[in-house]
């Protein structure tokens, strides 16, 4: 049985780079597509948001003179290529795939509402939620937290490069310890980064868990749906 019955399971746009440094790694995406069909297998309904860093980021593009609205339409329009390489991906293997974005883009993807995604989950297709919150000024960590309360999701998994929540940064403080589970509270207290305050916020007053723990280890998903303390769990 797995843990979860429906999840939100976060991705990094940085994290489909692999060892190229820009763009999409096939393998890395191959990889992630393996361990999603996997764990769909278990008979869990998935629905998947992906950033867009490894293409173009909003905040960063502003800095060097993009116009602020712009830059994070552009940044949407990044998380629509990602999102259209992983449903390729998982169609490839033989996993149903469905992409949604948050602007209207058809025939590219269908336009995003919480029915058309549940029923497409319900139905045997991965949902994959792209376009962020097809507003600037919010991060796709925002939009994950906003589609993972809209599909009514057991939990939002945030599968990052790192292995959990720490003390301080592990990549940068060698002393940094663990945390198995945390608080909202106390991510606030600590001042802790798991995501931005705003995605935060709105996990913690809609009552949804984060999972935070490496995708970038083979097999570490299904591990997860398994109930091994592979990561931090962060909840009220």
């Not at 800095?63 to 994070?72: A, C, H, W, Y």
Request: proline share 2%; glycine share 12%.
């Amino acid at each position: 049985m797995a843990r979860f019955k429906r999840i939100l399971l976060k991705l990094s746009g940085e994290s489909l780079m692999g060892k190229q440094g820009y763009g999409i790694d096939a393998d890395r995406l191959n990889d992630y597509a393996r361990q999603i069909k996997e764990v769909q297998e278990m008979g869990v309904q998935i629905g998947i948001v992906i950033g867009g860093g490894n293409i173009f980021r909003g905040l960063s593009g502003s800095q060097k003179g993009f116009d602020r609205v712009k830059g994070d339409q552009m940044g949407m329009c990044a998380t629509v290529i990602n999102s259209l390489a992983l449903s390729s991906a998982l169609e490839a293997i033989g996993a149903k795939a469905k992409v949604f974005t948050a602007i209207r883009m058809e025939p590219i993807g269908e336009f995003y509402s919480k029915w058309k995604a549940i029923e497409a989950m319900e139905n045997g297709n991965i949902a994959i939620m792209s376009g962020g919150t097809g507003n600037p000024y919010f991060t796709t960590d925002t939009g994950s937290s906003l589609r993972g309360i809209e599909i009514e999701a057991d939990v939002m998994l945030k599968g990052t490069r790192v292995d959990g929540v720490y003390t301080a940064d592990p990549e940068k403080d060698p002393t940094a310890t663990k945390f198995s589970e945390i608080t909202y509270d106390d991510i606030y207290n600590k001042g802790l980064k798991v995501m931005d305050l705003t995605a935060t916020t709105m996990c913690k007053e809609n009552n949804l868990p984060i999972y935070v723990f490496n995708m970038d280890i083979i097999g570490n998903l299904k591990k997860v749906m398994d109930g091994e303390d592979i990561g931090t769990l962060v909840h009220n």
